[in-house]
């Protein structure tokens, strides 16, 4: 059992884009009141920055200059856990598909894990009772030590569609064939990558939610979060 007088208990729930891990995550936070850090976000904003002041992908100079000054702040409200860069809030502008690939493509250069790992560490522990973090490196990297370990994971065609679905909500509609295509090229970048691949931790407890209701992925993560809490 874990003492949580001593630190947050620590939720790790990684896997590939479309998998279900935002939409399992916040419901999870708003369930357990918990702090959800949503470390693709932090990535995303990275890669908003980097584009808004014209430095490429690849400068590791000017991405440096970039994170020495970065500030990614979060805030959980019922409708949405909003993200803040450098005080506005680009909930919207980083989850454009330029910006999805973007976020993958800095997020392959060590100087950018490096500086984002005391950020993802610091804002999890600062949370009162526990902090879930939704990643690709958490389980693996950011919380080698988590309590609980999740890998969801789907069927690339089942997770295209979810994206689709989301594209289409908000008025940003692409052939479900184009979001299939950007998901491959984002899932070989993201697990192909030298630091920090995308891959399951060695003790995560895999979840495969091509057929599962979103309902049903919460509550076994919710029966395992339940069996390390001190009564
Ligand atoms: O989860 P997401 O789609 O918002 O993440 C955007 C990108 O950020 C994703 O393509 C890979 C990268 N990422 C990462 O490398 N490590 C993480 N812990 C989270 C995201």
Redesign the pocket.
């Known amino acids: 059992m874990i003492d949580l007088s001593r630190r947050p208990l620590i939720v790790a729930i990684?896997g590939p884009?479309g998998a279900g891990?935002?939409s399992v995550s916040k419901i999870l936070a708003l369930r357990l009141d918990f702090t959800l850090v949503?470390?693709?976000?932090?990535?995303?904003c990275v890669?908003l920055k980097a584009q808004r002041s014209g430095v490429a992908f690849d400068d590791l100079t000017g991405l440096q200059t970039l994170l020495d000054a970065v500030k990614v702040t979060f805030r959980m409200d019922v409708d949405k856990n909003h993200v803040f860069l450098d005080g506005e809030d680009v909930s919207d502008a980083?989850?454009t598909s330029e910006i999805?690939?973007a976020?993958?493509q800095?997020?392959?250069q060590p100087v950018v894990?490096n500086a984002l790992l005391g950020l993802?560490r610091r804002l999890a522990l600062a949370a009162e009772q526990g902090a879930i973090?939704?990643?690709?490196?958490?389980g693996t990297?950011?919380f080698p030590d988590a309590d609980i370990k999740i890998f969801l994971f789907a069927d690339p065609s089942i997770r295209a569609t979810r994206r689709y679905e989301e594209l289409f909500q908000k008025g940003l509609e692409k052939p479900v064939g184009q979001v299939l295509e950007d998901q491959n090229k984002?899932d070989k970048?993201?697990s192909e990558?030298e630091v920090?691949p995308?891959k399951p931790a060695a003790d995560a407890v895999k979840i495969d939610s091509t057929r599962l209701p979103l309902s049903e992925v919460v509550a076994q993560i919710e029966t395992l979060v339940s069996s390390k809490r001190v009564p």
Do not use: P
Request: hydrophobic share 40%; charged share 35%.
């Open positions: 990684d884009a891990k935002s949503d470390t693709g976000a932090i990535y995303r890669a980083i989850r999805s690939l976020a993958s800095v997020s392959g894990r993802q973090l939704e990643g690709r490196d958490i990297v950011v984002r970048e993201d990558r920090a995308l």
